[in-house]
C-alpha cells in the first residue's frame, strides 16, 4: 500500500469512517475509489441499509480526494452542499464507491460518485460541492 493511501487509511480510521469500516482502495488524482462491508451497524431499523451510511460512503470518498488536491498551505475544505440519488439498497456483502471531481475551481470542487453493491449493481449516485477553505490574511 502506496503511503498516500496508507495515511488515507489511517485519518479514516481515527474519525467517523473508521467507524463505518470505510477503507480507501485507490487514489489516483481527481479520483477515489473506497469500499465498506455492510453489518448490522450500517442499517436501518427496518433491517435494510441507512441512507445515510451510504452518504457517508460517498461523501468520504469524495472528501478524501479534494483533500488529495489541496495546495500544502491550503486551510482544508468542507462539504457545502450534496444530494443523492438511490435506486437500491443491500443488506449485506461489500459496498464500492467510485468518486470523480469534474470540476476543480480555486474555491469550489464538484465531485460525483456511485455506489455499487457486492454484485456491481448501482445504488446511489451521488453529488457534492467542496468549498475549499481559504487562509486568513
Known amino acids: 500500500m502506496s503511503e498516500r493511501l496508507a495515511a488515507l ?3 479514516a480510521r481515527e474519525a467517523l469512517p473508521g467507524l463505518l469500516g ?11 475509489r473506497a469500499r465498506m462491508e455492510v453489518h448490522a451497524g450500517l442499517m436501518a431499523p427496518n433491517g435494510y441499509l441507512h441512507a445515510a451510511s451510504v452518504v457517508a460512503l460517498a461523501d468520504t470518498a469524495c472528501g478524501f ?7 500544502e498551505d491550503g486551510p482544508g475544505f468542507t462539504t ?3 444530494k443523492a440519488n438511490f435506486m437500491g439498497t ?5 459496498l464500492t464507491c467510485d468518486a470523480t471531481r469534474v470540476h ?4 469550489t470542487e ?3 460518485a456511485e455506489v455499487r453493491d457486492a ?7 451521488f453529488r457534492c460541492t467542496q468549498l475549499i477553505l481559504q487562509k486568513k490574511i
Open 119 to 125: 454484485q456491481g449493481h448501482r445504488i446511489a449516485l
Open 90 to 94: 443491500a443488506r449485506d456483502g461489500v
Open 22 to 32: 470505510v477503507e480507501v482502495l485507490e487514489a489516483d488524482g481527481p479520483a477515489v
Open 80 to 82: 457545502l452542499e450534496l
Open 104 to 107: 476543480g475551481g480555486r474555491t
Open 9 to 11: 487509511n489511517l485519518a
Open 65 to 71: 480526494g479534494c483533500w488529495l488536491g489541496l495546495p
Open 110 to 112: 464538484v465531485w460525483d
